[in-house]
């Protein structure tokens, strides 16, 4: 039996029927972008997530950017994010042109180290954006209690971590404003891209309200050099039919997590590991093995898909080589040694078993 590390036709089959109707919706009322879909999408994602505004998007590096940009962020700024995270978070610095400010995380929860951020504080930092990396929020009362004491805004990169909780409070809701993924392997997937911002600062919101459309709330009249970077009628109506399911499909996930942690606790691997006041909605299953590679093929040998977040840390990428970089041991040592298992809402008892059969296998 093969099990895929992730399946969205299988994952999407539980909401075929209600995507389908959906969508007829949407080719019926003869209106795409910016319609009552996305409007009631916000106002449902906002409700959800605890805050008084949403903002479709495009996808979720313009949900950062356009946080960054309504907040003034440009040249000259300097921007702290982890480093070891997906190139999203560092790429929508750079699109603003402030430069970009790399702090390891936590070994045990794989977070930003609010130990490390003052240290990378400077007179030009403007913001701090943790990722609630996998699906588990980063030590946020810390990070605002820094960032309070420096005049920083905190921007929660969210786009992992739909629907999980710290300290009785979903994310979105943790920090000044937050961007959300609705890419389709997201916890909560479109079928094409989307994303979306969530505030509680009513004027970041109006900003970005203008900012995704040319920096215009009047047809015509552009108040802002803006962008196009609209969340459309067709992903926002599937958004809709999905985020009723959310909590329920995120606690699938949370059996298939503690099913792995129960049957690997005795191994070598390193296994996730969640922080007290926070819980994690398991957007990825991370074990650390320091043979990354060999247990890699032979999982894929055994029929077992995996995948590494991330391969390559962003500071190693080509994007980035024309900067000097901190050393960064701990972003260096996870890219070689960090392993995704099979992670979704379907899996069943059966293929849990033949997962950790299979890494047990491996390490005896
Ligand atoms: C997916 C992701 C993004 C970017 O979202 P897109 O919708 O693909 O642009 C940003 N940050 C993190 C941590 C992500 O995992």
Sequence with gaps: MKIDFLNLKRANEP??????????????????????????FESEFASFCGVSDCVGVANGLDALYLILRAYGISRGDEVI????????T??????????????????????????RIEAAITPRTRAIIPVHLYGQPADMDRINDIARKHGLRVIEDAAQAHGA???????????????????????????GDG?????????????????????????????????NSRLDEVQAAIL?????????????????????????????????????????VWHLFVVRTPDRNALQSYLTSMGVGTSVHY?????????????????????????????S???????????????????LEYLQ
């Design 341 to 359: 298992l099979p992670m979704a809402p379907y899996l069943t008892a059966n293929e849990i078993k033949i997962v950790v059969g299979a890494v």
């Design 15 to 40: 909401h075929e029927e209600a995507i389908r109707q959906a969508v007829s919706r949407v080719v019926a009322s003869g209106w795409y972008v910016l319609g009552e879909e996305t409007a009631a």
């Design 195 to 227: 994303g979306a911002v969530t505030t509680n600062d009513r004027q970041l919101a109006a900003t970005i309200r203008k900012l995704r459309n040319y920096g215009s709330s009047v047809k015509y009249q552009h108040e802002l050099a803006g962008l």
């Design 165 to 191: 909780y710290y300290k009785g409070r979903r994310t979105g809701n943790l920090g000044d404003a937050a961007a959300f993924s609705f890419y389709p392997g997201k916890n909560l997937g479109a079928l």
């Design 240 to 280: 809709r039919t999905k985020l009723p399911h959310l909590d329920a499909e995120n606690a699938q996930r949370a059996v298939v997590a503690s099913a792995y942690i129960d049957a690997l606790a005795p191994s070598q691997v390193k296994l996730p590991d969640v922080a007290a006041g926070s819980n994690s």
């Design 81 to 88: 994010v982890p480093s070891n995270t997906f190139i999203a």
């Design 90 to 115: 560092w790429l929508a610095v750079s699109q603003t042109g402030a430069h970009v400010v790399p702090v390891e995380p936590d070994e045990q929860t794989f977070n930003i180290d609010p130990e």
């Design 311 to 339: 391969p390559t840390a962003s500071h190693h990428q080509p994007a980035y080589a024309d900067q000097q970089w901190p050393e960064l041991p701990i972003a260096d040592s996870l890219q070689s040694q960090v392993l």
